[in-house]
Nanobody, 120 residues
Framework: QVQLVESGGGLVQPGESLRLSCVASGNIFHTVAMGWYRQAPGKERELVAD???????NYADSVKGRFNISRLNAKNTVYLQMNSLKPEDTAVYYCNCRAYTDYRHWGDYWGQGTQVTVSS
């Protein structure tokens, strides 16, 4: 199995920054992509940003220009630098890892979630 451990959430004021970290460990043969999703109360979980093994990145329109995703492939670690935070960024943020555990089998693995609250 694959385990994800997230850190870095918290309470900040509008305009401030936070950095989320996620480390994947376990039976990982090859990591296809890692990313961050978020879920606000009463809303569906949505993609925030992801990055594939080649370094290609995708961002939600709502975070473009404010958030930056980066990755350490050798350590199966992904970071999300969040700048100019807004109250609407408030949500539980979940780390995702899409990985092969052997030559044939792959899966989507999730962290436990970390709360980000942006409020004055």
């Amino acid at each position: 199995q694959v385990q994800l451990v997230e850190s870095g959430g918290g309470l900040v004021q509008p305009g401030e920054s936070l950095r989320l970290s996620c480390v994947a460990s376990g039976n990982i043969f090859h990591t296809v992509a890692m990313g961050w999703y978020r879920q606000a109360p009463g809303k569906e979980r949505e993609l925030v940003a992801d990055i594939n093994a080649g370094g290609g990145r995708n961002y939600a329109d709502s975070v473009k220009g404010r958030f930056n995703i980066s990755r350490l492939n050798a350590k199966n670690t992904v970071y999300l630098q969040m700048n100019s935070l807004k109250p609407e960024d408030t949500a539980v943020y979940y780390c995702n890892c899409r990985a092969y555990t052997d030559y044939r089998h792959w899966g989507d693995y999730w962290g436990q979630g970390t709360q980000v609250t942006v409020s004055s």
